[in-house]
C-alpha cells in the first residue's frame, strides 16, 4: 500500500468546502495541482539527510553541501532542505506545476482566493531554474507555486540571497 503524506489543511475534501458542506464553485474544478512542495529549515543537514533518507527509504535527488530535495512518487511530493541559521521547521510549502499552463491555472487560484502576493517570475533558486508566485494567507503561511524548467549550477541565481526570501518579503 502506498504511503501518503498528510499534512493536516483540511480545507476542501470530495467537493466539500471547509464545513463539510457541498460547494458547486469548488466541486466542479478540474485539479491541475501535481506535486506537493514541502521546504524544511534544518540546524544539521546531515543528521537531517540520514532521518529523511530513512523515513523515505530513498537518497536525495538532489544533494548539495547546503541543499537536499528528493522528489517522491510514493509519496507523491517534492520534499527539500536547506541548512540555514535562524529559525528551524517549515519553511514554506509549496505546489510546483508539470507545465507552464498548469502554472497559469495556480496563479488564477491565487487572485481568487487572496492574500499578499508577489509574483517573483523566472527565477534561479535552489539549484533550479523556475518561474515563481508567492502567497501569504491570513495565519502568515508562505506558499510558492511553480514550474521548474532545468537544474542550476548554483542555488542562487544573479541576485545572491534571495532565493525563497519571497515568502519572508511576502510576510511582511
Not at 76 to 88: D, I, K, Q, T
Not at 103 to 109: Q, S
Request: proline content about 3%; glycine content about 8%.
Amino acid at each position: 500500500m502506498p504511503l501518503r503524506l498528510v499534512i493536516c489543511l483540511r480545507l476542501f475534501c470530495r467537493g466539500c468546502d471547509y464545513r463539510g458542506e457541498g460547494n458547486e464553485a469548488f466541486s466542479n474544478q478540474k485539479n491541475s495541482m501535481k506535486r506537493m512542495h514541502v521546504m524544511l529549515s534544518v540546524k544539521d543537514l546531515d543528521e537531517a539527510v540520514k532521518f529523511y533518507s530513512a523515513l523515505f527509504d530513498s537518497a536525495p535527488t538532489v544533494a548539495k553541501p547546503d541543499y537536499a530535495k528528493w522528489t517522491l512518487e510514493d509519496p507523491s511530493v517534492n520534499f527539500s532542505l536547506a541548512e540555514r541559521p535562524g529559525a528551524h521547521g517549515i519553511e514554506h510549502l509549496g505546489i510546483q506545476a508539470e507545465t507552464a499552463g498548469e502554472l497559469d491555472e495556480l496563479r488564477a487560484r491565487i487572485a481568487k482566493a487572496g492574500g499578499t502576493v508577489k509574483d517573483e517570475g523566472k527565477t534561479t533558486c535552489c539549484y533550479a531554474k523556475s518561474d515563481k508566485t508567492w502567497v501569504v494567507d491570513a495565519q502568515g503561511v508562505a506558499w510558492e507555486a511553480f514550474h521548474t524548467s532545468g537544474s542550476a549550477p548554483a542555488y542562487y541565481g544573479e541576485k545572491h540571497g534571495e532565493c525563497c526570501q519571497a515568502a519572508v518579503v511576502a510576510k511582511e
